[in-house]
C-alpha cells in the first residue's frame, strides 16, 4: 500500500460543478502539499497545508490530521482546472524529503 | 526571473549512452531535487542536494549521478542509459529544504532510451 493513497484516479465534470479530490496518507506528517500539473507538464504548488483550511480563488484545501485525510475543493469549476492534481506529505521522519501521490486526472468539459 | 530551467527538453538516447541533464535555479535556493515522473507512479525523488558541493541519495539513485559544483546548478547523470530509465525528470529547488514549504518546479525533460 502506497503511503500517499489518492482518489479518484481520474475524474469528469461539467464545467460549473463542485469538484473534490481527496488524499489519505498512512504515516505521521508534519505538512501536505497540493500541487497542479498542466497539461503541458508543469508543475505548480498550490497550497501547503499543516492544519485546518485554505482557501485561494476559487479552491480550497483542508486537512484532518487525526484522520489522516485532506480533500482539494474546486468551486465553480472551469475547463482551464482541467489537470493532473497531485498530493505530497513530508512525514515526520523523512527530513526535507516529500512522498508524492499518484495525481488524480481531472477533466471539465464546457 | 526564470525560476527553474531544464535543458534539454526531450532526448532520445540508445542503450549504453550517456548524457547529462542540467538543472538551474535562479531564485538562489540552498536545496535542489532530481526526480522522475514515470505512468501509475508518484514522482520519486532521485538525488538531492543540500547546498553547494554537497549532494544525497533519494528513494530511486541507482543508475544516476549527480554534482553541484554551483549553488545555481545541479547536474544528473546517467552513465549507461537503460530503457527502465525511459521517463520524464523534474528538478525543483527550494529555499530550506524544511518539506513544509514550496518547491519549485521546472518544465521537465522527456528521456526515452531504446
Known amino acids: 500500500k502506497n503511503e500517499v493513497e489518492q482518489s479518484p484516479q481520474n475524474l469528469t465534470a461539467q464545467e460549473g460543478e463542485f469538484i473534490t479530490i481527496n488524499c489519505s496518507y498512512s504515516?505521521?506528517?508534519?505538512?501536505l502539499h497540493w500541487l497542479q500539473q498542466h497539461p503541458g507538464g508543469g508543475i505548480v504548488s498550490l497550497f501547503m497545508l499543516s492544519s485546518g483550511k485554505k482557501k485561494h480563488g476559487r479552491l480550497i484545501a483542508t486537512i484532518n490530521i487525526q484522520e489522516k485525510h485532506s480533500s482539494l475543493h474546486i468551486t465553480a469549476s472551469h475547463p482551464r482546472d482541467s489537470a493532473v492534481y497531485i498530493c505530497a506529505v513530508r512525514s515526520e521522519t523523512s527530513g526535507s524529503r516529500l512522498t508524492f501521490g499518484e495525481g488524480t486526472q481531472l477533466t471539465v468539459n464546457p | 526571473n526564470a525560476g527553474v530551467t531544464q535543458t534539454p527538453k526531450f532526448r532520445v538516447l540508445k542503450t549504453g549512452q550517456s548524457m547529462t541533464l542540467l538543472c538551474a535555479q535562479d531564485?538562489?535556493?540552498?536545496?535542489m531535487y532530481w526526480y522522475r515522473q514515470d505512468p501509475g507512479m508518484g514522482l520519486r525523488l532521485i538525488h538531492y542536494s543540500v547546498g553547494e558541493g554537497t549532494t544525497a541519495k533519494g528513494e530511486v539513485p541507482d543508475g544516476y549521478n549527480v554534482s553541484r559544483l554551483k549553488k545555481q546548478n545541479f547536474l544528473l547523470g546517467l552513465e549507461s542509459a537503460a530503457p527502465s530509465q525511459t521517463s520524464v525528470y523534474f528538478c525543483?529547488?527550494?529555499?530550506?529544504?524544511?518539506?513544509?514549504?514550496?518547491?519549485?518546479f521546472g518544465p521537465g525533460t522527456r528521456l526515452l532510451v531504446l
Open positions: 525543483a529547488s527550494s529555499f530550506l529544504g524544511t518539506g513544509a514549504e514550496t518547491q519549485y
Open positions: 504515516v505521521g506528517i508534519s505538512a
Open positions: 531564485m538562489n535556493h540552498e536545496y
